[in-house]
């Protein structure tokens, strides 16, 4: 199956100059400097280098009127902005295209168990899953998708919480769906240098026969959001390193 188109923006071009914060940017839009709104709180040093071809969405913020969404990575660009990757996983599973979801639908968003707020509540038919939604845009040296690439407080305890779920053997089932939002993404994997103990709860996760899933999105020049592969494969090496650990 070849890529599927799934949604559209319109860009404004931009090149990259520096990361403010953790949820601003500065960027050169023509011949003028701009502050961006960036919804992804990776680190993502890997991705935003000074003078890095970028794609902004025009937003009716109080304080900034872009939002960073992509950046130039050769000839596409890789889909950054965690609001845009939502909608795609969203137009995937409404158009049937995600494997694991076929015939279902998504029934509430953001929804509480618990003390834990997760992405989605999804019905399928009997079946419901809650899921989680990461952005894995860490680019391994053979292009794997990696997540994350720092310490994530909160991204542990929704892992965490998600086990409990799975422990208590109720519905809805939990499952963990890793956003690959670049071209060409081989596989995915955790970052253990990103952060050990998030490695070591998908690594158990696994182990425990626990669903992950990982697609691969990526935008190109002209804002056309698609779906390259829906479903891309645990890294082998990562895989291979499981067996034979205890659970």
């Known amino acids: 199956?070849?890529?599927?188109?799934?949604?559209?923006?319109?860009?404004?071009?931009?090149v990259f100059l520096e990361r403010v914060n953790r949820f601003t940017v500065k960027?050169?839009?023509?011949?003028?400097e701009e502050k961006a709104h960036l919804t992804n709180t990776g680190r993502l040093t890997d991705i935003l280098v000074?003078?890095?071809?970028?794609?902004?969405?025009v937003i009716s913020g109080r304080k900034m009127q872009y939002r960073l969404v992509g950046v130039k990575i050769d000839d596409d660009y890789a889909l950054i902005d965690t609001i845009l990757q939502?909608?795609?996983?969203?137009?995937?599973?409404?158009?049937?295209?995600?494997?694991?979801?076929?015939?279902?639908?998504?029934?509430?968003r953001a929804p509480r168990i618990g003390d834990s707020?997760?992405?989605?509540?999804?019905?399928?038919?009997?079946?419901?899953?809650i899921v989680e939604l990461k952005?894995?845009?860490?680019?391994?040296?053979?292009?794997?998708?990696?997540?994350?690439?720092?310490?994530?407080?909160?991204?542990?305890?929704?892992?965490?919480?998600?086990?409990?779920?799975?422990?208590?053997r109720s519905l809805p089932r939990p499952l963990i769906v890793m956003i690959a939002g670049f071209k060409r993404a081989r596989c995915f994997k955790p970052s253990r240098q990103g952060d050990p103990v998030m490695h070591e709860l998908?690594?158990?996760w696994v182990l425990n026969g626990l669903p992950l899933k990982a697609a691969s999105f990526y935008m190109d020049s002209r804002g056309s959001i698609y779906l390259e592969k829906p479903e891309l494969p645990l890294c082998d090496d990562w895989a291979s390193s499981l067996h034979g650990h205890a659970l």
């Open 135 to 168: 952005s894995a845009v860490m680019i391994g040296s053979g292009w794997e998708a990696m997540y994350p690439d720092c310490p994530t407080e909160r991204g542990r305890r929704q892992v965490s919480s998600l086990m409990r779920l799975a422990r208590e």
């Open 86 to 108: 939502a909608k795609a996983f969203e137009r995937t599973v409404h158009n049937q295209l995600f494997p694991l979801l076929r015939g279902c639908r998504i029934s509430k």
């Open 202 to 204: 998908l690594s158990k």
């Open 50 to 57: 000074s003078g890095r071809k970028c794609l902004l969405q």
């Open 117 to 129: 707020v997760f992405d989605y509540l999804i019905e399928c038919g009997e079946l419901a899953y």
């Open 27 to 32: 960027v050169l839009v023509g011949d003028h």
């Open 1 to 14: 199956m070849g890529p599927k188109h799934l949604l559209d923006v319109e860009p404004v071009e931009c």
